[in-house]
């Protein structure tokens, strides 16, 4: 009939689509760790630094190790509840709230979905806080070299708190933003060009004889540093690190990419492993490196922190490496927990893909 549309609908073999129907997933434990380590690599690693200061050499190294050895216990214990109940031919968790309502029941679910969502919202003010950091760090850099590091130059986070929130209502009107594959790509290659502009500016204050003094210990107790405020540092650089090494709200999201032999679980394990050690070799050097160059004084972040006025150009390219991770950050988690995984077209999880 004239004016009417015909849908078609393409039909799939059975060695085109998984156990589920979907079309086959074809990642494997190399594209996996590259996940792994591109959602671990954030901001914070800048503020490592930091939490060695405030620790000290041993407790900061030791702390750091034994975070990470957590991580990988607790997120292969993950990796196992991805199917359900068994891991290994069980029904399929897209999600980690289908995960925790499968397992642990309806109630958990409730509790766990109050914490998820909590945790969301600290993760995009945090966003928006940083973001507002590095833009008025961006500004203060371009008054420093105008008018000599002694200028008077402070300036609002205001206007620039507003005008990220703008942004992101605004990148939140395109359809399905977080299938992106771009996004993802941009996103790890801003995380890492910071990382390494922080730690290469680091090395050469190292290198060139300007490092400050350190300590085993960390910051000592005195006349400008009380016991409670020692306490509540070191519980602060204790949150850091713990907050660097998360990723667990999109463990399901990296599986779900996973071809299903060998068994996701398996796979996803070795990534795992493989990635967060990748993760702390980059975070111990960082750190490390931050705090051999300023001390008992790292700033807090040490690209926004004024560690560095010079060389000019590339302390503000890192502050807008961050900046762009950033933005990028606040929509795929966002969108990802807030609007859900789009599974319905077959293709898993498209924010990996």
Same mark, same amino acid.
């Given at each position: 009939?004239? +004016?009417?549309?015909?849908v078609?609908?393409k039909q799939y073999?059975?060695e085109?689509v998984?156990?589920? +129907?979907?079309? %086959?997933?074809?990642?494997?434990?190399?594209? #996996? $760790?590259?996940?792994v380590?591109?959602?671990?690599?954030?901001?914070?690693v800048?503020?490592?630094?930091?939490?060695? #200061?405030?620790?000290?050499?041993?407790?900061g190294?030791?702390?750091?190790?034994?975070?990470?050895?957590i991580?990988i216990y607790?997120?292969?214990?993950?990796a196992?509840? !991805?199917?359900?109940p068994d891991?290994?031919?069980? @029904?399929?968790n897209? =999600?980690?709230?289908?995960?925790?309502h499968?397992?642990?029941?309806?109630?958990m &679910?409730?509790?766990?979905g109050?914490?998820? &969502?909590g945790k /969301?919202?600290?993760l995009?003010?945090?966003?928006?806080?940083?973001s507002?950091?590095s833009?008025v760090?961006?500004k %203060?850099l371009?008054?420093?070299?105008?008018n000599?590091?002694?200028? &008077?130059c @402070?300036?609002?986070?205001n206007p620039y708190?507003?005008?990220? +929130?703008?942004?992101?209502?605004?990148?939140?009107?395109i359809?399905?933003?977080?299938? /992106?594959?771009l996004?993802?790509?941009v996103?790890?290659? =801003?995380?890492?060009?910071?990382?390494f502009? +922080?730690?290469g500016l680091?090395?050469?204050?190292?290198?060139?004889g300007?490092g400050?003094?350190?300590?085993?210990f960390g910051?000592?107790?005195g006349?400008?540093l009380?016991?409670e405020d %020692?306490?509540w540092?070191i519980?602060?650089?204790?949150?850091?690190i #713990?907050?660097?090494?998360?990723?667990?709200?999109?463990? &399901?999201?990296?599986?779900? $990419?996973?071809k299903?032999?060998?068994s996701?679980s398996?796979?996803?394990?070795?990534?795992?492993?493989i990635?967060?050690? $990748?993760?702390t070799v980059?975070?111990?050097s960082?750190?490390? /490196?931050? !705090?051999? #160059?300023?001390?008992?004084?790292t700033?807090g972040n040490?690209? $926004?922190?004024?560690?560095?006025?010079e060389?000019?150009w590339?302390?503000?390219l890192?502050?807008?490496?961050?900046i762009?991770?950033m933005?990028g950050?606040?929509?795929v988690n966002?969108?990802d927990?807030?609007?859900?995984?789009?599974?319905?077209?077959?293709?898993?999880n498209?924010?990996f893909?």
């Amino acid at each position: 009939m004239e +004016g009417e549309k015909v849908v078609t609908m393409k039909q799939y073999s059975n060695e085109e689509v998984d156990d589920d +129907g979907r079309i %086959k997933r074809t990642g494997n434990v190399l594209t #996996a $760790t590259t996940h792994v380590i591109t959602v671990v690599v954030g901001a914070g690693v800048l503020a490592l630094a930091w939490a060695i #200061a405030q620790l000290g050499w041993i407790a900061g190294i030791a702390v750091m190790i034994m975070f990470s050895s957590i991580s990988i216990y607790t997120y292969n214990l993950i990796a196992d509840c !991805y199917r359900y109940p068994d891991p290994v031919n069980g @029904k399929r968790n897209y =999600t980690y709230m289908q995960a925790v309502h499968a397992y642990l029941g309806g109630k958990m &679910y409730l509790l766990c979905g109050f914490i998820q &969502y909590g945790k /969301l919202a600290g993760l995009t003010v945090g966003y928006t806080i940083t973001s507002s950091i590095s833009m008025v760090a961006i500004k %203060k850099l371009i008054c420093f070299h105008k008018n000599g590091h002694g200028a &008077y130059c @402070k300036f609002s986070n205001n206007p620039y708190i507003i005008g990220f +929130g703008i942004v992101q209502i605004l990148l939140s009107q395109i359809p399905n933003f977080h299938k /992106l594959t771009l996004l993802s790509t941009v996103a790890a290659i =801003t995380s890492f060009g910071y990382a390494f502009i +922080g730690s290469g500016l680091s090395l050469a204050v190292v290198i060139s004889g300007n490092g400050e003094p350190t300590s085993w210990f960390g910051v000592k107790v005195g006349s400008e540093l009380s016991r409670e405020d %020692k306490v509540w540092k070191i519980l602060t650089a204790l949150g850091n690190i #713990a907050l660097a090494c998360t990723y667990s709200t999109v463990v &399901y999201d990296i599986m779900d $990419t996973l071809k299903s032999y060998p068994s996701e679980s398996k796979q996803m394990k070795k990534a795992n492993v493989i990635g967060i050690i $990748t993760m702390t070799v980059l975070f111990l050097s960082c750190a490390s /490196l931050g !705090y051999a #160059a300023f001390g008992d004084h790292t700033p807090g972040n040490i690209l $926004t922190g004024f560690g560095f006025y010079e060389p000019f150009w590339l302390v503000a390219l890192g502050n807008v490496c961050i900046i762009i991770h950033m933005v990028g950050a606040f929509q795929v988690n966002l969108e990802d927990n807030i609007c859900g995984n789009d599974h319905s077209n077959g293709h898993g999880n498209a924010i990996f893909q």
